[in-house]
């Protein structure tokens, strides 16, 4: 499809195991971004990427969680020894623009949940 | 830390009447606003946005206003349909790329 695309939808780990979300974003997109959403939250920033650069990492929440975006298209986000907290859904989003979200609409994807035991 | 939030977490209305969704920031610097809608089991999609030097956009169905004296924004949505149904968040920027969410309202809409 034309949208963005991510993967898996649904992840259960167990505690300390380690997770990967993948974000396949909108062809040609220059700006992506992770958003973490807990249960009845709005969505909370984690990490921003122009291209591969990854600009912003402020709100990533600890050193377990880590971003890449290495040719500046497909994004993983790794979660290294998963807890209890790290229970959310993580959001991708995208847009064409280098402005990030100052410049228009962001794409969102429909998220990857992941439950933590 | 500076934050954006909303008046209240739900709001009923029946079809067809109007709906007013309210948010209130507290950034200063917050010079670009965005109203997402969410519904369940999938990710926000943009309804509208607005700069600071506006007080007032209207798109198909909707409408957002901008107070900055008060740091308020606010989505009606005429003729409210069942489709409506959702979470709607407010979402603004500064200075910086990445958006900051409010924690939402979920508008129920009653036959």
């Known amino acids: 499809g034309a949208g963005v695309s991510q993967s898996p939808r649904y992840k259960v780990a167990k505690r300390g195991q380690d997770v990967a979300l993948r974000c396949d974003p909108i062809?040609?997109?220059?700006?992506l971004f992770w958003y973490q959403q807990a249960l009845g939250q709005g969505p909370e920033f984690l990490t921003y990427?122009?291209?591969?650069?990854?600009?912003?990492k402020s709100g990533l929440p600890s050193d377990r969680f880590f971003a890449e975006r290495p040719e500046g298209s497909v994004s993983t986000l790794k979660i290294q020894r998963t807890q209890q907290e790290d229970s959310a859904v993580y959001l991708c989003?995208?847009?064409?623009?280098?402005?990030?979200?100052?410049?228009?609409?962001?794409?969102f994807g429909e998220g990857s949940r992941l439950t933590v035991l | 830390g500076e934050s954006v939030g909303l008046h209240l977490p739900t709001l009923s209305v029946q079809e067809g009447d109007n709906s007013i969704i309210n948010c209130a920031y507290s950034?200063?610097?917050?010079?670009?606003f965005i109203w997402y809608k969410q519904e369940s089991g999938k990710g926000p999609q943009f309804i509208i946005d607005i700069r600071s030097n506006m007080d007032k956009r209207q798109g198909q169905r909707v409408t957002v206003l901008l107070n900055k004296t008060v740091k308020h924004l606010s989505l009606q949505i005429a003729a409210t349909q069942p489709g409506d149904s959702a979470v709607y968040f407010c979402a603004e920027t500064g200075t910086a790329s990445k958006l900051t969410f409010g924690t939402g309202t979920r508008l129920q809409v009653t036959l």
């Open positions: 989003a995208s847009t064409r623009t280098s402005g990030g979200g100052r410049t228009g609409e962001l794409f």
């Open positions: 990427f122009q291209n591969e650069a990854q600009l912003d």
């Open positions: 062809s040609g997109h220059v700006s």
């Open positions: 950034n200063s610097a917050s010079d670009y």
